[in-house]
Each structure stands twice: as structure tokens, then as C-alpha cells.
């Protein structure tokens, strides 16, 4: 019998180093004011391009590095350690950009696109939630009709993720392609170059956090994109983007750990430093204790994003992945939020002050809870796993 191991692999070990490394040097610094500013930092993100982050987990034969999962999800974490928005850019182009281009794309949509999302020279968005659909994502209301060799799309899609950006060269979204009426939608998924004529990414969205995270509305009026802009089969489109959504939960997830390991990191600081009554607040039980919940959070997020991720490398049934990536999901971000909460009351009035970061990631985590199904769909998901007829 071998040992079990609940421990990632020395390269991966020292991947996590090397992204940290990054982290602190061409991140860290400057996160406080990207927030202020609303600052989206192209240089920066095409940086994480050139230390092959999107690249991660396509082929060599796109610009790839061939690698895991695994390793996409530490590099997720270790970004979003220091900023949450640079957290969720990667994994929100690599999970929603990259991800349903290469999974389900033809050969020559792979060699159009991917060149240049897996170097980061450029970004592709995701669009599936609209107006009137978001946890209900198959009512979409974009409707995309075939007229003469060319889709024309018409509709809008809402909280788009890098779908806005100076370097934002393509999305992805899914239209009603027929249907309707009795019969069920007809759900497809298209390619949508971002420099189509009627096609608008409206201003960015003032947002509660992530405010370094480009976030945008779409409009589509009269879109014409070739046939050929189809992705993957006619009809397939809801069954895609559930599938993608279950790597993206599991990589949402290692962002919220990022975010607990974040204030475990800045509440131990603060309590060894700050004094009341005479002596350090890490001397207070009331205080220390709810420390030693943020680690007891930290390794059980930790625990359930990486056994997910090592499902995925393996190769794990589908069924048997899609329920580890909700309960991972809703774990992580249900403890990123308390985590927050418990963080900035560490800190006493200082936690209420924007000097200092753990006001922004109070901020930034709440929508960890809302992003790639909300908590409410994940339990959802996950007593249906249990086999409860839950609607
Ligand atoms: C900053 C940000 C970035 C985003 N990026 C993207 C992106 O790149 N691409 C994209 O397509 N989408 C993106 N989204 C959209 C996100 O996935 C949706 O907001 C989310 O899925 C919830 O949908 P909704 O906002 O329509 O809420 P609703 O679906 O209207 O839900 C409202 C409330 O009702 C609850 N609810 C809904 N249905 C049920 C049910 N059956 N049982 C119990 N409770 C239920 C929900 O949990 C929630 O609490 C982003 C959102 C944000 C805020």
C-alpha cells in the first residue's frame, strides 16, 4: 500500500516560490493604487504573460507550457495573495479566455487566437450572464441567426470579465441559435472578434472591489461574425459552459484561498505588533483565537482546492470532479469572506482605513461568493450530487 499524500510535489513547491517571487516585486507595491485609481495595469498583466502564467496549461505547440492544473492553481493563489484583481485577470483569462477556445475550438480557431491570450498579449472574455440570466444562465436572450454564411448576433451580456481592455481581442459568448417557443433553446457558443462592427464593450462597472479587474457590459447589435465562428458543435453551448465553469470554480477557489492566506499572513503580523492593556493583542485569547481559525480555513480551503486540482490531472470521473469543485468552491469563498471579516477586525479602526490592504481584500471578497455560481447554486449542485431531487 503507498502512502497518501496530502502535500503538493517539490516543483510545484518551487513554482509557488517563483510566483511569489513575482508577486511581491511587480504586484505588491503598487495594488493599493490600482485600487484607488480603478487602475487596470496592461504592462503588468502582459508581465504575467512573459512568465508564461497564461500559458500554463495549453499545449507547447500554442506558446504552452503543457503543465497541470495543479500549478495554474498555484499561481492563482499566489497572485491573488497579494491582489485579488491580478488574481482573478489570470484566472478569468486563462478559466473563461483561453480555456473554452482550446477546449472546443477548430484547429484554425485554436491557431487564430491562442498565440497570443497563452503569451498575454491579448485577452478574451466569457460572455454568458446577461440582464435577465445569470444562476439561470440557459435563459439567455442573445440570439444569434445564420443569414447568409455570417451569424448575426443580437442581445447584451452583463459583468464580463477582460472583456474591455486595451488588449482585449476576442469573447466568447453563447446566443440562442434556435428554438424557442415549445421546444427547447438552441444554445450556441461564438467567437466574437472585439473589433466587430456593432459590437460595444460599454464603460466599466463601479464595483464594490477587484476594482483593478476590467468588468464590462456588452451590447451585440446586428454582430456579424463568419459561420465559421461557431465554437465547437451547433447546440452545445450550455453544455459547454458548464464544463468550463467547473475548472473555473476550482481556480475561483484557489483565488479565495490567496485572499485567507492574505489576512492569516497580515492579522499574525499585526497581533505580534500592536499593543493594548501593555501587551502584544496576540496575547489576548479573544484575539488569537480567531487566528487560529484563519489557519484552521487556510488548510481546509487549501485542502479541497488541491485535492479537486489533483482530481483534474488525474483525470477523475466528470461526475466525481464536478462535486469536489463545488465543495471546494463554496468552502474557499464562504471562509474568504469570514476570513476578511475576521482580518480587519484585527486590526481595530486601522481595518476600516485604506492604508492599509486589508480593507481592499474586505472589499474584493465578497464577489467570490457571487462569480462562477453563487454559493446557493453550488449547494445546490452539490445535494444534487447527493442525489436530492433539488430544483
Ligand atoms: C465582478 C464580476 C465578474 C463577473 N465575470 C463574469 C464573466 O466573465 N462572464 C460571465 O458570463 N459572468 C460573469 N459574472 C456573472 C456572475 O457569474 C453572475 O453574477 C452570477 O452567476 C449570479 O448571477 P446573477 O448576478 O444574475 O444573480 P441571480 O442569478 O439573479 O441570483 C440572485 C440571487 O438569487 C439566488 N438564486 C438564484 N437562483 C437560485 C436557486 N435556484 N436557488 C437558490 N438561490 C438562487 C442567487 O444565489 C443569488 O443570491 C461576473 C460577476 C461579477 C460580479
Known amino acids: ?13 518551487q513554482f509557488r516560490r517563483t510566483v511569489r517571487d513575482f508577486a511581491e516585486k511587480e504586484i505588491a507595491p503598487h495594488a493599493g493604487r490600482w485600487d484607488r485609481e480603478h487602475h ?31 500549478s495554474l492553481c498555484v499561481a492563482i493563489e ?13 484566472e478569468a483569462a486563462v478559466g473563461l479566455g483561453i480555456n473554452p477556445i482550446l477546449t472546443y475550438g477548430s484547429e484554425e480557431q485554436k491557431q487564430t487566437w491562442l498565440p497570443d491570450l497563452v503569451s498575454g498579449r491579448t485577452l478574451a472574455g466569457f460572455g454568458l450572464t446577461e440582464p435577465g440570466s445569470g444562476s439561470d444562465a440557459g435563459a439567455t ?9 455570417e451569424w448575426v448576433i443580437n442581445g447584451s451580456k452583463q459583468f464580463i470579465t477582460n472583456s474591455g481592455s486595451d488588449i482585449t481581442s476576442v469573447v466568447t459568448v453563447t446566443a440562442r441559435t434556435g428554438g424557442g417557443g415549445d421546444a427547447p433553446p438552441e444554445i450556441s457558443s461564438l467567437i466574437v472578434p472585439s473589433d466587430t462592427p456593432g459590437f460595444t464593450a460599454e464603460p ?42 467547473d475548472d473555473g470554480r476550482v ?30 493583542i496576540g496575547r489576548k485569547q479573544g484575539l488569537a483565537f480567531q487566528i487560529a481559525d484563519l489557519e484552521v480555513m487556510l488548510q481546509s480551503a487549501r485542502l479541497l482546492v488541491y485535492k479537486a486540482a489533483a ?4 483525470g477523475a470521473p466528470v461526475k466525481d470532479f464536478k462535486q469536489a469543485a463545488s465543495i471546494a468552491k463554496l468552502h474557499a ?55 436530492l431531487p433539488v430544483e
Open 40 to 70: 487596470f495595469p496592461v504592462d503588468v498583466v502582459q508581465k504575467m504573460g512573459q512568465l508564461g502564467l497564461f500559458g500554463l496549461t495549453a499545449p507547447d505547440e500554442y506558446g504552452g507550457a503543457d503543465g497541470d492544473f495543479t
Open 204 to 245: 466599466a462597472y463601479d464595483k464594490l472591489g477587484w476594482h483593478a479587474s476590467d468588468t464590462h457590459p456588452l451590447s451585440f447589435e446586428d454582430v456579424r461574425v463568419p459561420e465559421a465562428n461557431l465554437l465547437g458543435e451547433r447546440g452545445r453551448g450550455f453544455a459547454q459552459f458548464l464544463a468550463i465553469l
Open 311 to 314: 482530481m483534474k490531472d488525474a
Open 251 to 280: 481556480a475561483i477557489a484557489a483565488l479565495a484561498v490567496g485572499c485567507i492566506q492574505a489576512c492569516l499572513d497580515m492579522s499574525l503580523q499585526y497581533a505580534g505588533e500592536r499593543q493594548t492593556f501593555g501587551v502584544p
Open 141 to 149: 436572450r442573445t440570439k444569434a441567426e445564420l443569414v447568409e454564411g
Open 333 to 387: 469563498t464562504e471562509s474568504a469572506v469570514t476570513a476578511t471579516r475576521i482580518a480587519t477586525q484585527v486590526f481595530g479602526g486601522y481595518g476600516f482605513m485604506e492604508e492599509y490592504p486589508v480593507t481592499r481584500f474586505y472589499r474584493d471578497a465578497k464577489v467570490l461568493e457571487i462569480g462562477e455560481g453563487t454559493s446557493e447554486v453550488q449547494r445546490m449542485l452539490i445535494a444534487r450530487g447527493l442525489g
Open 78 to 90: 499566489e497572485i491573488g495573495r497579494v491582489d485579488q484583481s491580478m488574481g482573478i485577470t489570470l
Open 1 to 13: 500500500m503507498t502512502a497518501m499524500s496530502f502535500e503538493l510535489s517539490p516543483e510545484h513547491e
